[in-house]
Each structure stands twice: as structure tokens, then as C-alpha cells.
């Protein structure tokens, strides 16, 4: 199949699902052209069967704000006929569910679309009510939808009052790439010291605040250290907090990181006491190397942890419980060890030789109906 695929190219779930699914469909023989302002920061090396499209913005005196979702919709149908694609994909639902039917309405190619939904695009961006119609329209317009969990599928019939089919696929991750590597222990370790791994885009409702505080309940019983991975709008509020409870010594703020397997696989305890998260792919990726997860139970991360022996999810405001957890689990090692192969066992659920193919069905029937 020659497949589009439309997402956004920065730091985030939603770009790394793409993108990941992208190279997976190439790697099983389909074409696969990105269409998006930036390359997919994924997308980080030569695929053969991968191409990428950039959107250009145009930059004129009148407009105060460039239309980038119309230069998104003129490129997407000039890919769709040049290209001769059978479907595009487009990820996020604002803009890229509108931008992808004006586009389908453009193209001289008939051509189906089918959106994933991923999370804040729903309950955030699409709940605004600025932009509440035009969402409720793009969902209904797509040929196929797919949403992240369950969760986030029952949360997207209620808020949109969504009645057509929409198929939950979960997100996904290459248990061959994320597993623990074997290299040395960090520089920045003391002999007996644990570490605690968080990987976000730093943004509200990932409660980097939360994190720190369970770090400084841990570390108050514990020797341990926290690996902050990722940034964002909550990285100088972050770094404030760390010096006022004087952790600053036992606190890595690592960045962005292209491959964060080498960095994940050191850790012993992964957090992600988020206030709400569709799935939560930062906690699978840690899953798979091995890692132990504390999370909330809000949306998804519920569904990939509560029951496999792999993790605990309480409620966000909840930090005396988490904080206890992982005190619990850092200090005894045989529980440490078993909670980790859970982990991984528990990834293998969504290794993406098994969810690969579900997208590419989904493609089969929507094109079918
Ligand atoms: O986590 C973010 O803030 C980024 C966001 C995105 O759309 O880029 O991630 C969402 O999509 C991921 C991939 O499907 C999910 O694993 C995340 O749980 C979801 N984030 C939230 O719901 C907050």
C-alpha cells in the first residue's frame, strides 16, 4: 500500500507513534510518505521505502498567523495525486483531521482518510470549546478512527457524543530495539544508589512537580537518584523545585534524547503520576527495558499496568501511596527483580509485531466498506 501519514514532527507521543508505525510499515514492504512542517524526530535515519514531505508556510505581511493547516491540506492533496497514495493517516485530530478531509475534497484522486486519536487532542485541545465543532466534525468526516485505549474511546464518545464505530489500537513498541542494554552503570552512580527514570515533554499534566516530590520521599529513606529525560513548559518550574528541596546534587536533567534505551535501561523505577494519559507510551518503553512503572490510574495507563504484577496506579493526588510503593519496591530487591520481568513480559503484550498488523487491517477494511 502507499500510505501518508501526517503527524506532528516534534517531541511527543503522538509523533512517536507515528512515526514508529511508519518505519514498521515500510519495514513490512508498504511506501510510506510523511507529510508534515518538520522531519519526525524518529525519523532519524535512511528508510528505503520512506519519504518525507515538507509543508511550507507561507510568510506574508497580511497574515498575523501563517494558515499552516491549509498549506498542510494543499500539500497532503498534491502527495495524494503525485504520489498516487491509497490512504493517508493522519495523527492528532487538530489540525490534521481537517486539514486531511479539505485535502480529500481537493485531490483529483478518490482517496479514504483515517484518524488516530491520541489523547489531549480530546480531552484538552477538541474540549475547548473554540475548537469543540470542528473537532466533532473531523471525527465524523474520517473514514476510520482509531483511538489509544479504551479509556480514551469511552472519553471521546461522552465528550463528542460520538455514535460510529471507532476501533481502539493501543499503542505499540519494538521489544527487539527496547530492552535493557548492557552497558555501564551511569558515571554519575555511588555504589548501592538507585535510580528513578521520568520521560516526558514536561508539559502540565505530566505533574514533573509530583515526580520531584516522590523522588525527595524515596530519597529521604533511600540512597537513590532521578534521571529527568525530555523538556518542556515545566522545566524551569521543575529545576526551582529541585533547588528549593535541596535535591539538586541527586537530580540528572538529561534533555532530549534521540535513543533513550541506553539511558531507560539503568533505571530501576520509572514514574509517570500524570493527571491524565490516554496510554502513556513513555511507561511502555520503560515496561520493555525492564523497569518497574508508578502511575496514576487516569486513562489508559490503568489498562497497561493494573493486574500484570508489572507496576501500581493510584490516583494523582495520591503521592503519599506512590511515594510508598516505590519505596517499597527500591528496597527489596527480589521484588524489584520480579516486578521487572513482569515488566517485560507485560511490554511483550504490545510488541508491535502484534499491533502493527491491526492498523494495517483496519487500512483493508476501511478501503473495503
Ligand atoms: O503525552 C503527551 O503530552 C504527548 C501526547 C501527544 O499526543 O503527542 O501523547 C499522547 O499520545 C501518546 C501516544 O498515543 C499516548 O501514549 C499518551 O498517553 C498521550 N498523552 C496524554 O494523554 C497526556
Same mark, same amino acid.
Given at each position: ?42 525519523? @532519524? ?19 498575523? $498567523? ?19 497514495? &491509497?490512504?493517508?493517516? !493522519? ?22 482518510? !483515517? ?5 489531549? &487532542? ?9 475548537? $469543540?465543532?470542528?473537532?466533532? #466534525? ?16 469511552? !472519553?471521546?464518545?461522552?465528550? #463528542? @457524543? ?8 493501543? /499503542?505499540?513498541?519494538?521489544? =527487539? /530495539? ?22 516526558? /515533554? ?7 512537580? @509530583? !515526580? ?28 526551582? *523545585? ?41 511507561? *511502555? ?35 503519599? =501511596?506512590?511515594?510508598? =510503593? ?24 504490545? &510488541?508491535? /509485531? ?6 494495517? &487491517? ?8
Amino acid at each position: 500500500m502507499k500510505i501518508g501519514i501526517t503527524c506532528y514532527p516534534t517531541y511527543g507521543g503522538s509523533g512517536a507513534v507515528a512515526t514508529e508505525l511508519g518505519i514498521e510499515l515500510a519495514r513490512r514492504g508498504h511506501t510510506v510518505h510523511f507529510i508534515s512542517y518538520g522531519l519526525p524526530f524518529r525519523l @532519524n535515519k535512511y528508510y528505503k521505502k520512506i519519504f518525507f514531505h515538507e509543508v511550507e508556510t507561507l510568510e506574508y505581511p497580511l497574515f498575523k $498567523y501563517p494558515p499552516y493547516s491549509l498549506s498542510l491540506s494543499a500539500k497532503m492533496a498534491e502527495i495524494i495525486d503525485t504520489e498516487g497514495l &491509497d490512504i493517508l493517516h !493522519v495523527h492528532y485530530a487538530i489540525p490534521h483531521a481537517a486539514s486531511a478531509y479539505l485535502a480529500t475534497k481537493i485531490a483529483k484522486r478518490k482517496i479514504k482518510f !483515517v484518524t488516530t486519536l491520541h489523547g489531549t &487532542d480530546i480531552t484538552i485541545v477538541g474540549n475547548h470549546s473554540s475548537f $469543540y465543532d470542528i473537532t466533532k #466534525f473531523s471525527i465524523e468526516q474520517s473514514h476510520g478512527i482509531t483511538c489509544v485505549s479504551e479509556h480514551l474511546k469511552e !472519553v471521546t464518545q461522552k465528550i #463528542f @457524543n460520538i455514535k460510529g464505530e471507532m476501533k481502539v489500537i493501543y /499503542n505499540f513498541v519494538d521489544t =527487539a /530495539n527496547y530492552r535493557k542494554a548492557r552497558t555501564r552503570q551511569m558515571n554519575f552512580l555511588n555504589k548501592g544508589e538507585q535510580l528513578i527514570v521520568h520521560v516526558s /515533554n514536561f508539559r502540565p499534566v505530566k505533574r514533573i512537580d @509530583n !515526580v520531584i516530590r516522590i523522588f525527595k520521599a524515596v530519597r529521604d529513606k533511600l540512597e537513590c537518584r532521578l534521571m529527568l529525560i525530555g523538556d518542556g513548559p515545566e522545566m524551569g518550574a521543575a529545576r526551582r *523545585l529541585v533547588h528549593q528541596l535541596g535535591l539538586k546534587e541527586y537530580v540528572h536533567f538529561m534533555g532530549r534524547q534521540d535513543n533513550v534505551v541506553s539511558l531507560l535501561s539503568q533505571g530501576d523505577l520509572f514514574l509517570q503520576p500524570s493527571t491524565n494519559e490516554s496510554f502513556g507510551l513513555a511507561s *511502555l518503553e520503560a515496561l520493555s527495558c525492564g523497569i518497574p512503572v508508578i502511575g496514576t490510574r487516569v486513562g489508559g495507563l490503568k489498562e497497561v499496568i493494573e493486574g500484570y504484577g508489572c507496576g501500581h496506579v493510584f490516583f494523582p493526588d495520591d503521592l503519599e =501511596a506512590m511515594s510508598r =510503593a516505590a519505596i517499597g519496591i527500591l528496597s527489596d530487591k527480589g521484588l524489584r527483580e520480579r516486578m521487572g520481568n513482569a515488566a517485560r513480559k507485560r511490554a511483550e503484550d504490545f &510488541d508491535s /509485531n502484534l499491533i502493527v498488523p491491526r492498523y494495517v &487491517d483496519y487500512y483493508k477494511e476501511v478501503l473495503n466498506r
